[in-house]
């Protein structure tokens, strides 16, 4: 089992819409949680982080977690064409300093 | 301000050389990580540094080193490259390392990573 799992798409979605990307975590001890964007051959961008239980809100972006069902997801609203990228779910594991690992990523695709 | 910047942006190496990266973290962010990433896939750690320290390790061969040096910048250094060493290496810096047992933490912004391809 891999440590964080997403799906790898592509999701595809219409401009409008709200995306929903998910991922799941095996180590139950992980405090911090973290999403970023991918753009095709370009770094990890920063977009939200999260730490407690519940829902966290920037902006049209909104991460939820439930610790219970080792469980975060990010969902997107009113998604936009320039939203089409790879986000990558990176947790936090306990006693690792900064250590992030990373699922595979989902990759998004906003269509007009 | 200047974010995390990365040297070179692009390097094309022959197998059995060795190559140097080198990374200049956030003003006033005191850990450095290095990740590997292979097209495709996601971001594997490689080694953090905090306070000139190493603080953590992947699971990577012996072949992969890394030092921060006193203004906090750092560098990885591979031997011996393989074919499979190609690959986005990517620094990220951050405010503090979180000690163990507490429950802060902090957040890890990238550089644009340097592209190496082994021929």
């Known amino acids: 089992q891999k440590e964080v799992e997403q799906n790898s798409g592509p999701l595809s979605v219409p401009e409008g819409a709200i995306a929903s990307l998910n991922c799941t975590y095996s180590d139950r001890g992980s405090q911090s949680f973290f999403w970023y964007r991918q753009y095709s051959g370009k770094s990890p961008e920063l977009i939200m982080f999260?730490?407690?239980?519940g829902d966290k809100e920037d902006g049209r972006f909104t991460a939820q977690l439930n610790k219970a069902s080792q469980y975060v997801s990010l969902l997107i609203r009113d998604s936009q064409p320039s939203d089409s990228a790879t986000y990558l779910c990176a947790v936090n594991p306990p006693n690792a300093g900064n250590m992030l690992t990373f699922g595979g990523g989902t990759r998004l695709m906003v269509k007009p | 301000d200047a974010g995390v910047t990365q040297s070179p942006t692009h390097l094309i190496k022959t197998r059995g050389q060795h190559v140097t990266l080198r990374c200049s973290p956030i003003s006033g962010h005191k850990s450095v990580s290095w990740y590997q990433q292979v097209l495709g896939q996601g971001p594997q750690f490689i080694f953090q540094y905090y306070e000139k320290e190493e603080r953590g390790r992947g699971n990577f061969p012996d072949r992969f080193s890394a030092r921060q040096f006193p203004n906090y910048s750092s560098e990885l250094n591979v031997n011996a490259l393989l074919l499979g060493d190609s690959a986005l290496y990517l620094c990220a810096s951050s405010l503090r390392s979180r000690d163990r047992g507490n429950s802060w933490s902090t957040e890890a912004f990238f550089g644009q990573g340097t592209r190496l391809t082994v021929v």
């Open positions: 999260i730490y407690s239980n």
